[in-house]
């Protein structure tokens, strides 16, 4: 890595662990759906491997805890609660969801840079741009774009803030797409096991990675089907199929060695489908896929009204501007077109810009959340966190790419200033709504409320 670049990332780095880390501790309660997950993650560090997975306790039972999911990321919770307790209890209980926070940031710049790389490999491309930088340095200033504008929205800081376990999932599902971008580059076997073992972790952490190895088994199989080389089957239904079935069962390794057995195992599974598919409560802050793509429905996890004229809240929401962002990016696309002087300029654009790598991209955001507009159980904003960082980079690309067609070098760095400054500053103003800071009653109205879906 250069000095430049580690410096940069550096920064963005330091910087996101700061926002994280800055009284954490508040609300000192549990809140949300920690009230489930904290519970479970307490009976774990104690050792008890079997009360959490009990999934009869009703009314009765003094406390709910999460049985419905796999244990991946409750182990890595128990694991700080246990053997980092001197540290005050929300501190402790939250501190791992800050640091997967943190290295889903790290995955998320590499993952950036490998995808600027792939797609800056076209000969076509050098008749548009106008940069005269190498390969690597446009990779890697498009990647620290990226990472700014990913770093900046609310629903990725909150979820990194309280001890659930869709910031785990976010890690892995971002590792597993690194891995397997980088392999389609490289062509090497080793990293796209690497994708597989991932994916995995992401299985053993929640059900929904399901989505994205049936995206990637499909994506294999048309490519050895269409390159004929049938002598990757095998290891590619190891990778992505096999894998992921050891690695879940093993998740579940304390479970069996406290006494339970494969009937237990299976019987538990059934019971976290059945939850999963029939699940009917409705909840006020429902929303569902169409609604998130739109920041439509965020979901108030906390407030405090104890001050008077003074409230504090905790908001899961979009980085408002990345939304409308990617509402925008067809009328940018279609002006960027219309610019275009010669049918031949047109098609070399078309050939830069819809190329394998981002139209594969294309279909791993999709992969990530539009699977559930097939179940009509209450749905959350939370669950489109997956699909996020694909936005940033669907996003990102085409104003990246633009910028580079540009002559001026003043004006390339005019565009790119404004496409992160304004993003950055909605995030500081927001940051009090998604961190529980006070803020006067009536500010709050004017600036966080003016939508009557947000409220």
Known sequence: MKIKEIILLGLILLISLFLRLWRLNIPEQMYFDEVYHVPALQMLAAGDFTTPFEWWHRADWPIYFDWLHPPLAKYLQAFTLRFFNFWPAPVSWRLPSVLFGLMALLVFYFLAKELALALLDNNKINKLIKSK??????????????????????LFLVQSRLAMNDIFYLFFTLSASYFYFLYRRQKNLIVFFLSGLMLALALSTKWSAVWLIILFL?????????????????FVLF???????????????PYFFSGKSLLDFFQLQKQILNFQLHW????????????????????????DLSHS????????????????YLLALPVFLWQWKKSLKSKALIKKWQATLFQPTYLRLLIVFLASFLPWILFARPMFFYHFLPALPYLVLLVAWPVYLFSLTIKSKDQRRALIFHFLFWPLLVAMLFYPHWTALPVPEKAAHYLYFFLANWR
């Open 133 to 154: 930088l190498q390969k690597e340095d446009l990779a890697i200033n498009f990647a620290l774009i990226a990472s700014a504008l990913f770093a900046s929205d609310g």
């Open 280 to 303: 009917a409560s409705p909840h006020p802050y429902q929303s569902g896929p169409l609604a998130w793509i739109l920041n439509w429905r965020p979901v108030w996890y906390f407030t």
């Open 309 to 324: 004229n003074w409230r504090q809240d905790i908001y899961a929401q979009g980085n408002p501007l990345l939304f409308l």
């Open 239 to 253: 990778s992505l199929l096999l894998t992921p079935v050891v690695i879940y069962v093993f998740a579940y390794l």
């Open 218 to 234: 499909v994506l294999e199989l048309w490519r050895i089907f269409k390159e004929k080389s049938y002598q990757q089957l095998a």
